[in-house]
């Protein structure tokens, strides 16, 4: 299947979980990919893990939490890629702590790189994308929107600000042709977990020691067993941003195998 022959992505995260499971997902599909992340390592691994697709894969460092870095990537990217018609917004970081000893600083960077991150990405790419072949936009929000996910006070924020920006931004360019779409992942064993709903310690602080697990009504999915891996995701993505997604926007996807019914 090469939905993708002849188009030009840019995903952020592509160094790790969901992000590098679209990257190689595009990369599959024909699709010419570049891969942003704060990560070089991360990136690096990407590029490893591509194989024979990696000639239609280039990387560029980035820190989406930073205007000049965000204006420099996507610049880096529209000239590699010679134009834009996907943007993945994949990017993003978890921070979970009881909110009365949530510091500032860490509710503020939790928007910064999440919700802000998010915004200054589309701003940059959409000069490009108006000009694109089928433009398309795919945000990660997740199922903290919309259900509580206690701990996660900063998380859920940006997230919801997300899926509501994400409605936004679909009823302003819709005239224009920029498909706006939202995934909402979760029981995803990605970077973010260590695939038992925990918050990963590389990724901030997990959940407080003294958890009351009783506050998270169901922890696991309805199918399968466990966790789902990232690809699970990836490919609503791929779907989302293709051809076969040209009548969806201005909505979400939840990917949980059933865990909020």
């Given at each position: 299947m090469n939905r993708y022959e002849g188009r030009r992505a840019l995903v952020t995260g592509g160094g790790s979980g969901i992000g590098q499971a679209t990257?190689?997902?595009?990369?599959?599909?024909?699709?010419?990919?570049?891969?942003?992340d704060v990560s070089e390592a991360g990136l690096k691994d990407t590029c490893a893990r591509a194989g024979a697709d990696a000639g239609r894969l280039t990387t560029v460092a980035?820190?989406?939490?930073?205007?000049?870095?965000?204006?420099?990537?996507?610049?880096?990217?529209?000239?590699?890629?010679?134009?834009?018609?996907?943007?993945?917004?994949?990017?993003?970081?978890?921070?979970?702590?009881h909110t009365h000893e949530t510091s500032l600083a860490d509710f503020t960077k939790?928007?910064?790189?999440?919700?802000?991150?998010?915004?200054?990405?589309?701003?940059?790419?959409?000069?490009?994308?108006?000009?694109?072949?089928?433009p398309a936009v795919v945000n990660f929000s997740s199922t903290s929107a919309l259900f509580a996910h206690p701990y996660m006070a900063a998380y859920a924020a940006s997230k919801g600000g997300i899926q509501s920006m994400t409605?936004?931004?679909?009823?302003?360019?819709?005239?224009?042709?920029?498909?706006?779409?939202?995934?909402?992942?979760?029981?995803?064993?990605?970077?973010?977990?260590?695939?038992?709903?925990?918050?990963?310690?590389?990724?901030?602080?997990?959940?407080?020691e003294d958890t009351d697990w009783s506050l998270f009504a169901k922890l696991s999915p309805a199918l399968g067993e466990g966790f789902a891996g990232p690809e699970a995701v990836a490919g609503v993505v791929a779907?989302?941003?293709?051809?076969?997604?040209?009548?969806?926007?201005?909505?979400?996807?939840?990917?949980?195998g059933g865990t909020h019914f």
């Open positions: 990257v190689l997902r595009i990369l599959a599909e024909g699709g010419q990919v570049v891969a942003a980035v820190d989406i939490s930073d205007e000049a870095s965000v204006r420099a990537a996507v610049a880096s990217a529209l000239t590699t890629l010679g134009g834009l018609d996907v943007l993945v917004n994949a990017a993003g970081i978890l921070r979970s702590s939790v928007i910064a790189v999440n919700l802000t991150g998010t915004f200054l990405m589309i701003r940059e790419a959409i000069p490009a994308l108006l000009k694109g072949n089928a409605h936004a931004l679909a009823a302003e360019y819709s005239k224009q042709g920029i498909r706006f779409t939202a995934v909402q992942p979760g029981s995803i064993s990605s970077g973010m977990t260590d695939g038992s709903g925990q918050s990963r310690q590389s990724q901030g602080p997990g959940l407080p779907m989302l941003a293709s051809e076969d997604g040209k009548f969806i926007t201005g909505t979400e996807i939840r990917i949980d």
